[in-house]
Nanobody
C-alpha cells in the first residue's frame, strides 16, 4: 500500500512564502515522477509543477519564477517552495506520484489528500 501525505499549507498574506512537502511511503520500488496540482473553488484541477526522478522540471506559466519544485529520491519526498504568493494561488494543493510499487509491477498513479493554501490580499 502506498500513501502520499502533504503538509505545509496554511494562511499567508500576499508576497509571503510557503513550503509544501509530500512524502510517499509504503511499498515503493522506484518513483518515476512527482507532481503538484492545485484546485481552486469552482475551477478544474490544474498542474502546477512536475519533477522527474532525474531532476527534470516543468512549471505552469502562472508560477514560473515564483515556485520551485525539488525531490529527495532517498526519502521519496517532493518539495514545493512557493514565493511571492498571490491571492490567485489560493487553492487546495495535491501531490501526485507515478511510481513502481515493486520491481515486477507496472507504474501506478497515486494522489495525496491535499493541503489548503490561502493567500490574503
Amino acid at each position: 500500500q502506498v500513501q502520499l501525505v502533504e503538509s505545509g499549507g496554511g494562511l499567508v498574506q500576499a508576497g509571503e512564502s510557503l513550503r509544501l512537502s509530500c512524502v510517499a511511503s509504503g511499498s515503493i520500488f522506484r518513483v518515476n515522477a512527482m507532481h503538484w496540482y492545485r484546485q481552486a473553488p469552482g475551477k478544474k484541477r490544474e498542474l502546477v509543477a512536475i519533477i522527474t526522478s532525474d531532476g527534470g522540471t516543468a512549471y505552469a506559466d502562472s508560477v514560473k519564477g515564483r515556485f520551485t519544485i525539488s525531490i529527495d529520491n532517498a526519502k521519496n519526498t517532493v518539495i514545493l517552495q512557493m514565493n511571492s504568493l498571490k491571492p490567485e494561488d489560493t487553492a487546495v494543493y495535491y501531490c501526485y506520484a507515478r511510481l513502481l510499487p515493486s520491481v515486477v509491477a507496472r507504474p501506478s498513479d497515486y494522489w495525496g489528500q491535499g493541503t489548503q493554501v490561502t493567500v490574503s490580499s
